[in-house]
């Protein structure tokens, strides 16, 4: 239990109770941290309109707003059903809230933190069938099967349109792109350092395009928006450029995942095992990626596997693990089990 936990369990506990005296009908909530938290869900709450959104806080309210559309609920907020895609129940510290949990990314690219961590939902989703199992030996004893419904935007066709347009308005429309990732910079597995400075070497030869885990440190966030052709891009509009993208350069990052469901190259950093990097992932980046020591070692071999047409990316193994099936209708299985869990507490939408 976290110390802000325990500063709001009584005010707040007290006014759920208030609060829940005075409704009318059941509240169901989305907890919104940042846009990204959104991302997670939207696909889950296009199924399921009458699940409100709880903002962080007025600013990101409005962001919401403008991006989606979406009329929020700014926390403080008192739903009798929270649903998170992180670890965030502190903030909802009364037991009589029904607490499901979402993967904030495909797989678990690191291990498992602590099952109490997990066991304080009531229900939590996690990608894979496989994912289920191994959280279950762990003693988690409340996981389900239930996708990444966020990838179901990948087989979208009005995605797929968007990305048709946007590759016209490339830098170069005819030439590969290549799309960058990373995650923080200060996590001790990123590979932001073998190339942030270095992209001007490429970008007269490719479209180069950046994606960065929302943390990584200003200076290197600022270097990549003043190199010259170089596009740095959100995360909320990263699925219409995976799609245009002829490879992808990553470090250990979930987005690997992902980015597999294209059956495209991927180019991996030889990062050492570290910190909580789980060992099943490392094993699989050797096996499936395209394994780099260094930026020239990646300039190097970019050209080799852009001018092969001919080969096959196999990723099955990996997709599996990941997603098991259902793809591009993950949000379809997992809403259907929010309905069903929530009708056994006697929720009905």
């Not at 869900?41 to 309109?49: D, G, Y």
């Not at 939590?124 to 289920?132: K, P």
């Not at 995360?235 to 469901?261: C, G, P, R, T």
Request: hydrophobic residues 40%; proline residues 3%; contains cysteine.
């Amino acid at each position: 239990m976290v110390f802000s936990e325990i500063l709001l369990k009584i005010p707040y506990s007290f006014l759920w109770r208030i609060s829940e005296i005075f409704r009318k009908e059941h509240l169901v909530a989305f907890y919104c941290h940042e846009l990204l938290d959104y991302e997670i869900f939207r696909n889950v709450h296009q199924l399921l309109p009458e699940v409100k959104v709880i903002a962080k806080n007025k600013k990101l309210s409005q962001e919401l707003n403008k991006k989606y559309g979406i009329n929020c609920l700014i926390y403080p907020a008192f739903p009798d059903v929270v649903l998170m895609a992180r670890h965030s129940l502190h903030l909802f510290p009364s037991p009589k809230i029904i607490k499901i949990g979402l993967r904030h990314g495909a797989y678990h690219f690191k291990n498992f933190i602590s099952a109490d961590k997990y066991n304080k939902f009531d229900l939590f989703f996690f990608t894979s069938i496989s994912e289920v199992e191994q959280a279950t030996k762990l003693g988690i004893k409340n996981a389900e099967y239930g996708g990444f419904p966020k990838c179901d935007t990948l087989f979208d066709e009005t995605t797929k349109n968007a990305a048709f347009k946007l590759k016209q308005n490339l830098a170069y429309p005819d030439k590969p792109t290549i799309l960058f990732s990373s995650t923080w910079d200060k996590s001790g597995i990123a590979g932001v350092h073998f190339w942030y400075d270095r992209l001007e070497e490429i970008s007269k030869y490719y479209n180069v395009l950046v994606t960065l885990h929302p943390w990584v440190s200003k200076h290197i966030v600022e270097k990549i928006k003043n190199t010259k052709n170089v596009k740095l891009i959100s995360n909320q509009e990263i699925y219409q450029y995976m799609l245009i993208s002829d490879a992808f350069v990553a470090d250990v990052s979930s987005i690997i995942a992902e980015f597999m469901l294209l059956r495209k190259p991927i180019f991996t950093f030889k990062i050492p095992i570290k910190g909580r990097l789980s060992e099943e992932i490392y094993e699989l980046l050797e096996k499936y990626t395209i394994r780099i020591a260094n930026f020239d070692e990646l300039n190097s071999e970019i050209v080799k596997i852009l001018q092969d047409k001919t080969k096959n990316w196999d990723y099955e193994y990996c997709l599996n693990l990941f997603f098991s099936d259902n793809l591009g209708k993950h949000s379809q299985v997992m809403a259907q089990k929010i309905k069903d869990f929530l009708l056994t507490k006697g929720i009905k939408f």
